[in-house]
Structures are given as structure tokens and as C-alpha cells.
């Protein structure tokens, strides 16, 4: 009989280890990962509003922000064209996205860039 009581403790503490290796490996915390896309859509919507003003040609800085808050409503930006810095008022995020576009004025290559804090 003790023979069978010994390999009884030895299962019942091979047991006991497992269940506690899991329940380690269970209760780690997992990081989340975030594989949205909100990164891409914002430079997607970041190279629209680009060429939409580059092919209108028109640099009004009222229209700028009025097409920008339509596009980010709550996040801050800063929009750079022809010398001037157009400051949009929001959440600023802990990320920043930058996106640049060029064009043709007057016989010169302007750019045209937008900054998000997403």
C-alpha cells in the first residue's frame, strides 16, 4: 500500500504545479495591442485635405480650418503653407502625424503640410 500512496503524492503535487504554472501564465497581463487602423485613416484624411487644396489652389486660412475641423473635429493640428502656420485648437494626442504635399505657384514649389495629434 505505500507504494500506491507515493505515486498518489506525486501525481497530486504534479498537479498542483501545473495547475499553478497556469494560472501564472493566465494572470500575466496582456498588453493590448492596438492593430486599428486609426493611424492610416488619419493619413489618408491627411493627404485628402492636401490634395483638395493643392487642386483648388486657393489657400484660405478660414476654409483650411473650417475642411480641417470637418475631417479632425476634437484633435489640434498646425497646417504650414506659403510662410504662414495655421494653429487648430483640440485634444492633443500622444501621437503626431505629419503629412506634406507640393505644388506649382508662380513658377516655385511650395509645400503644404499638415500635422494631427491623434
Known sequence: MPAIKEKGFS??????????VLILIISIPIEENKSDLTKIYSIQKENDLIKVWIKEGKFNEQEIKKDFKKMFPFQKGEIEFEGKKIEVKGVKGKNIIKNSGFYYKNEKLNEISVKVFI
Open 11 to 20: 501525481f497530486t503535487l504534479e498537479a498542483l504545479i501545473s495547475l499553478t
